[in-house]
Nanobody, 125 residues
Framework: QQPLVASGGGSVQAGGSLRLSCPASAYMHGARCMGWFRQGPENRDKVAVATISNYRAPWYADSVKGRFTISLDNSKDTLYLQMNSLKPEDTAIYYC??????????????????WGQGTQVTVSS
């Protein structure tokens, strides 16, 4: 299957914006449960940031609600993460993931099977 490759990271000052992209044509079918995760400099684990699935409202971590927006562009078969009002604590490697399952109890995608290489986001104060 097509490897997932996240792009669009960079270095910005606090309050700035970035848009991450992840071409995902191989995963634009069925339930299309996909999402963005991040691994901060102090964390060993990847933490869910936002997920999206067909016919369901997107899910966001509390720390990014109101600032980040996840979207799927069907015409370009691409997953996006628009990040506004960035904070230093958003500094992390961001990964896109796909081929997951919707968990109705958690209200988000889980058990994502395909992961891409990450893109670094650095926010300075």
């Amino acid at each position: 299957q097509q490897p997932l490759v996240a792009s669009g990271g960079g270095s910005v000052q606090a309050g700035g914006s970035l848009r991450l992209s992840c071409p995902a044509s191989a995963y634009m079918h069925g339930a299309r449960c996909m999402g963005w995760f991040r691994q901060g400099p102090e964390n060993r684990d990847k933490v869910a940031v936002a997920t999206i699935s067909n016919y369901r409202a997107p899910w966001y971590a509390d720390s990014v609600k109101g600032r980040f927006t996840i979207s799927l562009d069907n015409s370009k078969d691409t997953l996006y993460l628009q990040m506004n009002s960035l904070k230093p604590e958003d500094t992390a490697i961001y990964y896109c993931a796909a081929d997951g399952e919707w968990d109705p109890f958690a209200g988000t995608c889980v058990s994502l099977r395909s992961w891409g290489q990450g893109t670094q986001v650095t926010v300075s104060s």
